[in-house]
């Protein structure tokens, strides 16, 4: 099971001439900002805003362009108009659905936004549509114009002095990754760029000393929009950086289905030099802390995450005390990083401080588990103001509220194969936890399986009752989500 958390935005603006257009950024402004002195009124309808598929972005760096603002929109779907206000730093942007915009917002609130590495702060507009006078906005509308042709595949008019976007030469990407100080894998690959379209074929190599992967779309338009939204991103922060250009090749010869190639138009293809095909996508052979990490926030929408100086502490609330153990947080959470402490409260046993690695771990973590169903009841995660989770002193902890994991061999970094076990052991294992096993399906070598849940909140169940669980021979199970399906 993939748990990601969507969501979306909107404004509605009608500008007929300059002395209007002069109003409405004035009226606009003080709508969305409160005076130094501050009004909660004011922050209190903003905050309430419903949603819209306008969203109203803040604090743009002086020299933003038109494109770098349409590109933070694009990996949720079409944009269909924008309005820079550059002398505010502010713009709108305006996305095809209100189910778009909403998947943006409750991203981003979850990873800011960057733009020239610099945060930017993004919330739905209280207007539903924008409606922008073309001769006064006329450089972003051609702007506009262009990224509109390559999301379509059609082309772009030609205007002097105006972005124009070339037809894309091939639906072959050629990517270099740089600063690669954390690894990074096929799937995750497959992740981040399957956002943009289908993606068909991966081929992944090493050459003069750098990661560098091919990468073929079903469509040429589709990779020129994974170009123009990805190039110069980075995967982790502030490393694994992305560099990306079309390849020469407009076609890719896959031999083998592996962890270094992947044709998923053929699955029957051999793995070829013994590695196990699709690994990394079963629900039993877990996925390490930070290839979870990059595949989520691919899923999430957006690559580059802006986790430094955000705390690696979250704050789970809403949990069913009857039921919540330390352990069964450091299981839930440890899927998406390194689980370090957790803490229930003392005073509030249906709330739990857990801390994770870092920011981004702590972020990931909070976008795909918060709102969903553990226990019977849907836990609210948020992000602690506490920077660390501090241990009781020797003796004052007599109902277990509090551990320590740092250390722990339990971490998802690696998977135990299941060595001689079958599937209905494994469905009546399943079964047990509390749910219903829908489907089942062994990998080649059998050392891996899927197992299909009937519900989110049963797989959840289902991973907390069973990771580690010990099969004898000193063998443990090991479960994660997929992002496979049966």
């Not at 007929?16 to 109003?23: C, F, I, P, Q």
């Not at 992740?191 to 050459?207: E, H, N, P, Y």
């Not at 740092?406 to 509390?434: I, K, M, W």
């Not at 062994?442 to 991973?463: N, P, T």
């Amino acid at each position: 099971y993939s748990l990601s958390s969507d969501v979306a935005v909107g404004v509605k603006v009608s500008v007929k001439s300059s002395l209007v257009r002069k109003n409405l950024e004035m009226d606009l402004c003080s709508l969305f900002f409160s005076s130094a002195n501050g009004s909660d009124s004011k922050k209190q309808r903003l905050d309430e805003s419903p949603p819209s598929r306008v969203l109203h972005i803040r604090k743009l760096p002086n020299e933003v362009t038109e494109t770098e603002v349409i590109a933070l929109g694009l990996p949720f779907g079409k944009v269909t108009n924008i309005l820079m206000l550059k002398g505010k730093n502010q713009a709108f942007l305006e996305l095809g659905t209100e189910e778009a915009a909403i998947t943006m917002v409750n991203y981003y609130t979850a990873v800011t936004p960057q733009v020239r590495n610099t945060p930017v702060f993004i919330q739905y507009s209280n207007h539903k549509e924008l409606k922008t006078d073309s001769a006064l906005n006329q450089r972003a509308q051609a702007v506009l114009q262009a990224v509109s042709a390559v999301q379509d595949g059609s082309s772009p008019s030609s205007d002097p002095g105006v972005l124009e976007l070339a037809p894309p030469p091939s639906p072959v990407l050629r990517i270099i990754i740089d600063n690669m100080f954390y690894p990074v894998t096929l799937d995750v690959l497959q992740q981040i760029f399957s956002k943009f379209g289908t993606v068909m074929k991966i081929i992944t190599f090493t050459k003069n000393n750098q990661f560098q992967a091919l990468l073929q779309f079903s469509d040429p338009v589709n990779a020129q929009q994974a170009k123009l939204s990805l190039d110069g991103q980075n995967i982790y922060n502030s490393c694994c950086t992305l560099r990306i250009d079309f390849s020469k090749l407009v076609n890719l010869n896959v031999k083998y289905n592996n962890d270094k190639s992947r044709d998923y138009t053929r699955p029957d293809l051999p793995t070829g030099d013994g590695d196990s095909a699709n690994k990394d996508h079963s629900l039993l052979g877990a996925i390490s802390p930070l290839s979870a990490a990059a595949a989520a926030a691919a899923a999430a929408g957006r690559v580059a995450l802006s986790g430094s100086g955000v705390s690696g502490v979250l704050l789970a609330s809403n949990l069913n005390e009857e039921m919540v153990t330390p352990q069964s947080l450091f299981t839930l959470f440890g899927v998406y990083g390194d689980v370090q402490r957790v803490k229930i409260l003392y005073n509030k046993k249906d709330s739990a401080l857990i801390q994770l690695s870092d920011g981004n771990q702590a972020q990931l973590a909070m976008s795909h588990l918060n709102g969903q169903k553990v226990f019977g009841k849907v836990m609210r995660v948020t992000l602690s103001k506490h920077q660390t989770v501090a241990l009781p002193r020797e003796g004052l902890d007599d109902q277990l509220l509090t551990k320590d994991f740092a250390g722990s061999p339990l971490h998802l970094t690696s998977h135990d194969p299941l060595e001689g076990v079958g599937e209905e052991d494994l469905r009546l294992l399943f079964s047990n936890s509390g749910g219903a096993v829908k489907a089942f399906k062994f990998f080649q070598d059998r050392k891996m399986a899927l197992i299909q849940m009937s519900s989110v909140e049963e797989a959840i169940q289902a991973l907390m009752d069973l990771h580690n669980y010990d099969m004898g021979g000193n063998h443990h199970l090991k479960v994660s989500f997929s992002k496979s399906t049966i």
